[in-house]
């Protein structure tokens, strides 16, 4: 499976991003998507992920009803909807697809994609 994730970028306090992760290679070994993020000197943290069929969904805490992952199907394609941006929100934000687990850790998931920059200022 391979995962190249986009829409990265600067965003304003309370503005919006869209990040975008197409899926491709043999996704029928994937259990589920999500998104994880990190900044540096941290550890990557969960922030959303949906089962392969889309639902359910799951949510960090920080970022319900903020943030919201949708899926297209025939579009191979996995988003991370931004709204209410705040400045604890910059970071590299990952895409990643699971083989097995629970979607809320990082150790479900087997493939990765690489990192986009998200830098929210004041």
């Known amino acids: 499976v391979q995962l190249q994730a986009s829409g990265g970028g600067l965003g304003q306090a309370g503005g919006s991003l869209r990040l975008s992760c197409t899926v491709s290679?043999?996704?029928?070994?994937?259990?589920?998507l999500g998104w994880f993020r990190q900044t540096p000197g941290t550890e990557r943290e969960f922030v959303a992920a949906t089962s392969w069929s889309g639902i359910p969904t799951y949510y960090e805490d920080s970022v319900k009803g903020r943030f919201t992952i949708s899926r297209d199907s025939a579009k191979s394609t996995v988003y991370l909807e931004m709204n209410n941006l705040k400045p604890e929100d910059t970071a590299v934000y990952y895409c990643a697809a699971a083989s097995s687990g629970s979607l809320i850790y990082a150790w479900a998931y087997t493939w990765w994609g690489q990192g986009t920059q998200v830098t929210v200022s004041s």
């Open positions: 290679g043999r996704t029928s070994d994937a259990t589920g």
